[in-house]
């Protein structure tokens, strides 16, 4: 569980996140949408100690992100909407990398598991500058999720990808056991696999529902997302 309580961040002048409150609950797949510039990325960088904020407090599973930032990040996954890897390396020798860091024993067997899983095991011997952009995001997926994080934070999963992929990476995302949360525009994506979404407009939560609610009275969450945006006038 991710609770996020009165949290602001400032980039200079400009406010990407005011006062916002956010709980992302164990078992449960919650979206956070908004427009280019409305905090999503932001957000989820917070969550993981990767940005500082100017007020407000995060936890992650009971442990502060500031003041007990190791044992925080230890119960998180991330995955970047533009993930660096090192494209010398194979996929393979990239993910023991990860595991060294994380210090998992058995990181063989679940580089096997995972990659088997998920439709990349063929490719681990290959340099990863030859992947496409679709084989990269298998690899992220990969080394995000190895040490069975409770909580999987998902930058934009999907975009880009060819439809076997982002099938895949769907279909993981249904099965996996604890929190995943989701910054995407599409609402396709949010109609298919969310169980809750957040819409977030110039850094302020304007809406929080479950995507069965919204679809059933607007249609679509398409339809939802501009219905309450006009209605907001944001």
Do not use: W
């Not at 992650?60 to 990040?73: H, Q």
């Not at 996929?91 to 210090?103: C, D, N, P, V």
């Not at 067997?109 to 088997?116: A, L, N, V």
């Not at 999907?158 to 609402?187: C, E, N, W």
Request: hydrophobic share 35%; charged share 25%.
């Amino acid at each position: 569980m991710i609770t996020v309580n009165n949290v602001t961040k400032t980039y200079g002048k400009i406010t990407a996140l005011k006062n916002v409150n956010f709980k992302f609950d164990n078992s449960h797949v919650i979206a956070i949408m908004g427009e280019n510039g409305a905090g999503k990325t932001t957000l989820l960088k917070l969550c993981t100690g990767i940005l500082p904020f100017d007020s407000g407090e995060i936890t992650v599973d009971g442990y502060n992100i500031i003041n007990e930032s190791i044992k925080a990040r230890e119960q998180i996954g991330y995955l970047p909407e533009m993930p660096y890897m090192y494209e010398r390396l194979t996929g393979r020798e990239f993910l023991f990398y990860i595991a060294s860091l994380r210090k998992i024993n058995d990181g063989e067997e679940r580089i096997d598991e995972i990659t088997k899983m998920i439709g990349i095991h063929e490719f681990l011997d290959y340099e990863i500058g030859s992947y496409s952009k679709g084989m990269k995001q298998k690899i992220s997926v990969t080394s995000a999720i190895m040490h069975n994080p409770k909580n999987l934070l998902l930058d934009e999963p999907v975009y880009g990808l060819d439809p076997m992929t982002s099938r895949a990476i769907q279909d993981f995302i249904k099965q996996k056991k604890g929190s995943t949360i989701i910054a995407t525009h599409s609402s396709q994506l949010v109609e298919q696999i969310a169980d809750n979404v957040y819409i977030i407009m110039s850094g302020k939560v304007i809406l929080f529902n479950e995507v069965s609610k919204l679809l059933s009275k607007y249609g679509s969450v398409e339809e939802a997302y501009f219905h309450i945006k006009d209605e907001k006038n944001v």
